[in-house]
């Protein structure tokens, strides 16, 4: 799918709240919001989200808010009645009220454990690890477009294509491995391994069919998808 302008198009693509964990991760973020709608889903995140992402970001780091304006990031409603959300921890169950009002289909965050299952599939919403959610949806296009991007940027010191793709492995080992081919070097390796939970939810996510049986879920792809 190639790069989208219109509007009514972009009505059409998925839509995928990013958590504030998320927001405040610059090269993560910049994956999902440059390579989202060539990939078919658009990333966006509410104003609860952040409220929280600005408390967390270094004290030089562009606001989100101006994150926002460069790349035409929507910012979604506020959602209504949190509280019901009670498998869910604390402010992340406005974050799940917040993308539920947007017509969300995914949450990519760090902490997928803090949200529970009976109230992502209540609203057909299903959360994802960033690693496992570009892994799956980001095209090789995509990828490629936010790494030539990156390094136009990266001056001091310079960095090639392939030196910004082996990096990626340190934070996304299972993005690298989806794109290993692209080029001819080895992954540099990271200090933390993956979080226990990864997924969470009913929504498959490659096909984004609800799974009857979300235990038949592995590493977010349903039985068909495997």
């Not at 104003?47 to 270094?58: D, F, I, S, T, W």
């Amino acid at each position: 799918m190639n790069s989208v302008t219109t509007s009514s198009v972009i009505s059409e693509l998925t839509r995928v709240l990013l958590d504030a964990n998320i927001i405040a991760k610059p090269v993560t973020r910049t994956l999902l919001v440059v390579g989202g709608v060539p990939s078919g889903f658009r990333a966006f995140w509410s104003r609860a989200a952040e409220r929280e992402a600005q408390v967390h970001m270094r004290p030089r780091a562009l606001p989100p808010s101006s994150v926002r304006e460069r790349f035409d990031v929507l910012l979604g409603p506020t959602g209504t009645g949190a509280e019901r959300f009670g498998g869910t921890k604390g402010a992340d169950r406005q974050i799940l009220a917040d993308a539920a009002a947007a017509g969300g289909r995914f949450l990519v965050t760090e902490d997928v454990d803090d949200y529970g299952l009976d109230d992502l599939a209540s609203v057909g919403i299903s959360a994802a690890n960033p690693d496992l959610f570009l892994a799956a949806r980001l095209t090789r296009d995509a990828y490629s477009t936010v790494i030539d991007l990156f390094v136009e940027r990266q001056l001091n010191p310079p960095t090639t294509p392939a030196q910004f793709h082996a990096a990626i492995a340190k934070n996304h080992p299972r993005l690298f491995a989806a794109h290993a081919d692209l080029y001819e070097v080895e992954p540099e390796h990271g200090i933390h391994g993956e979080p226990e939970v990864i997924f969470r939810g009913a929504r498959c996510l490659r096909c984004e069919q609800i799974i009857a049986d979300p235990a038949t879920i592995v590493d977010g792809l349903g039985p068909e998808c495997r």
